[in-house]
């Protein structure tokens, strides 16, 4: 478990990929090596955040559809 931390400060992206629309998850690089993610609807609102090994686990299992529904 991470500590709770403000989102202050942090330089928060998202995909190139996203609409306009604002239904977007954000991330950012945290000083600690990890990664800070929100949802772009709410920006004041909860801040999940990852260590750097979980988040590349969890990537690489999105990139190799693990989650993609079957049709």
């Known amino acids: 478990m991470l500590p709770a931390f403000s ?3 942090l330089r928060w992206f998202k995909s ?3 609409s306009g629309n604002g ?3 954000e991330v950012a690089y945290v000083a600690s090596g990890g990664i800070a993610m929100r949802d772009s609807k709410d920006p004041e609102g ?3 955040q990852f260590e750097a ?3 590349r ?3 690489g299992s999105v990139r190799a559809g693990e989650f993609d529904r079957s049709a």
Do not use: Q
Request: aromatic share 12%; proline share 6%; glycine share 12%.
């Open 53 to 55: 090994m979980t988040w």
């Open 16 to 18: 190139r990929r996203s």
């Open 57 to 59: 686990d969890f990537v």
């Open 7 to 9: 989102g202050d400060g």
């Open 23 to 25: 239904a977007c998850v």
């Open 46 to 48: 909860p801040i999940l």
